[in-house]
């Protein structure tokens, strides 16, 4: 079964000030998305494995994109996340099934890295509904200044028998942390928590 894709979007944001503040460097967030013809929207099928190529197929794709659109090197990246949002026809499952078993790898060989889960999210909306991708360090899931998430939506998706998928890679975390926790010099990067 291949994947239709019908669009692709990518979101560059880029903050310079926070409370009256220089942020230096900027913190930049890409968000790129997809939206893809759901396969099995209205039907229960128990056999979800063609959403679960797509996923990893999707993986690579929007990772290079969101790297691309952040104009670095791909180890120059810090945080990422993951999310889909199902279309009214379809279900939870469908956006697990991209989101989980296989998307990762092809996001951590894109990265060159990425010791700590992919924080994601999933949820059922209609066209234009917003999608909050969490975020977090890339090797570091300790790592609080980058406890983060980013909005994205598309006027036009996902139509009741689409899934919006979106990844979103950073080069940094929020603007001007400052609640303590492990910082970015302190990472060790070996077991995906410190």
């Known amino acids: 079964m291949s994947m239709k894709i019908r669009k692709l979007v990518t979101v560059v944001d880029e903050i310079l000030t926070e409370m009256g503040r220089d942020v230096v460097p900027p913190v930049r967030r890409a968000a790129a998305i997809a939206v893809i013809e759901n396969p ?27 790297v691309a659109a952040l104009g670095i090197v791909s180890d120059e990246a810090q945080g990422y996340g993951k999310a889909a ?18 998307m990762g790898a092809p996001v951590r060989k894109t990265l060159g890295k990425g010791a700590a889960l992919i924080p ?54 929020r603007p001007l942390p400052r609640v303590g926790g492990l910082t970015v010099d302190e990472i060790k990067g070996e077991d995906g928590l410190r």
């Open 40 to 66: 099995f929207a209205g039907v229960y099928v128990e056999d979800l494995s063609p959403l679960i190529e797509m996923g990893a197929e999707l993986g690579r794709l929007l990772s290079e994109r969101a």
């Open 85 to 102: 949002l199902v279309g009214e026809n379809g279900e939870m499952e469908h956006a697990a099934a991209l989101l989980h078993p296989k």
């Open 120 to 173: 994601s999210s999933k949820k059922r909306g209609g066209m234009g509904a917003e999608l909050d991708i969490p975020l977090g360090h890339k090797d570091a899931a300790y790592v609080r200044s980058h406890f983060d998430g980013m909005q994205v939506c598309v006027n036009d998706a996902p139509r009741a028998n689409e899934i919006m998928v979106a990844i979103a890679v950073t080069t940094g975390g």
